[in-house]
């Protein structure tokens, strides 16, 4: 078969989660499928770098997504086209979508009205997609619930994490470098994601400022790591309101390379989103053998499972004691770090090629 899948919009430089996602599916797949022909649509020719056996497509309209292609240069020329951003275009073979979540639709309001109105518009394309892949069975389930689609038509293929997030030991050098670009204390508290409200950063910083205020341990920091989405002023306003500016370290985005060390030197990864359609960090985090502190809602119990600690992220004070908890225990966070690097491992960018080559195949049986 022919597979065209479209990266244009999210194989950019500074990447961000579908755009890891698009990333490592298309790496895997072209290292475990060789009976495929894979091309990829791109904005530039040479957005990041892609496994030189995988064909390139590029055109200055690719990202203007809602347009339909460019019929001449495309018709016939492929069986398949997947989508890994949502919304698909209009195409003449078989179409894959993959919806990571509808948060656009259950919690609008951490959405800009701009994607609420865009994935609004053009659910009818989503709807009318051959297959859907999603990440998660909760996500699997909203898709079916929302959009009024059937339960065969959704598979659940799971993300995976890169075998570069492991447990390390440190040289002195490693450490130095990343301590001295973003001043990191011996002790922090790591996150790890885009800045704004979905990821319940405000309830994090009082349960932190709860913790600090309990323990009186002032070489302990709170590092948040990750780009500002929007709507973040409230969060820096409240940083000012508890007087915490000197607790709290905000990196920026994070290049691929530093996120293993980062996640290594953590005394914990503490992830209170709101929703998340699946969470990659939690899941790099416990590759890194790290203690994961998460959400109880949404994903999160399915990716975390049983190795990490689940609180209510509408309650402060159960945030605030299981940071307490792994603070305070090593033991505690030593039995974590065990567990989390078991559940770790059941998650895998090749398995989620391989569930992926699935979905492309059912499509062929359904000629």
């Not at 997609?129 to 909203?142: F, G, L, P, Q, R």
């Not at 932190?208 to 323990?215: I, N, R």
């Amino acid at each position: 078969m022919r597979i065209l899948i479209d990266g244009s919009r999210v194989l950019i430089r500074n990447k961000a989660g579908i755009g890891h996602y698009t990333y490592e599916l298309i790496k895997h797949l072209s290292m475990i499928d060789h009976g495929n022909e894979y091309t990829i649509l791109v904005s530039t020719k040479n957005p990041i770098d892609l496994p030189q056996n995988i064909r390139r497509i590029q055109s200055k309209k690719w990202n203007l997504r809602y347009i339909p292609f460019d019929v001449e240069r495309i018709k016939g020329k492929f069986h398949i086209y997947h989508e890994p951003n949502y919304i698909p275009r209009v195409f003449d073979g078989k179409i894959i979508v993959t919806i990571h979540d509808m948060s656009y639709r259950l919690y609008p309001q951490y959405h800009p009205y701009r994607r609420i109105a865009l994935l609004r518009f053009f659910e009818h394309r989503m709807r009318a997609a051959d297959k859907i892949i999603t990440v998660s069975y909760n996500a699997k389930k909203e898709i079916m619930d929302i959009l009024k689609v059937p339960e065969e038509k959704v598979s659940v293929v799971y993300n995976g994490v890169s075998k570069r997030f492991k447990p390390m030991k440190l040289s002195n050098e490693q450490k130095s470098i990343i301590t001295e670009v973003y001043n990191l204390p011996e002790q922090f508290l790591l996150y790890i994601g885009t800045i704004e409200p979905r990821k319940n950063l405000v309830r994090l910083l009082e349960a932190f400022h709860q913790v600090k205020s309990e323990l009186n341990i002032k070489e302990l920091k709170l590092v948040l790591g990750g780009a500002k989405g929007w709507l973040y002023e409230d969060i820096f306003d409240r940083i000012r309101d508890l007087k915490l500016e000197q607790d709290i370290i905000i990196t920026g985005y994070l290049p691929d390379e530093q996120l293993p060390i980062l996640y290594n030197m953590a005394l914990a990864f503490v992830y209170p989103s709101l929703y998340e359609g699946f969470g990659i960090p939690p899941l790099e985090a416990m590759a890194c053998g790290v203690p994961v502190i998460g959400s109880n809602v949404s994903s999160l119990p399915e990716i975390i499972g049983e190795a990490g600690i689940l609180i209510d992220p509408n309650e402060v004070n159960d945030l605030s004691d299981a940071i307490f908890r792994v603070v305070t225990s090593v033991e505690l966070r030593q039995s974590m770090s065990q567990r989390g690097l078991v559940q770790a491992g059941k998650f895998s960018w090749d398995d989620c090629a391989r569930g992926t080559l699935l979905v492309y195949k059912s499509c062929e049986r359904d000629e």
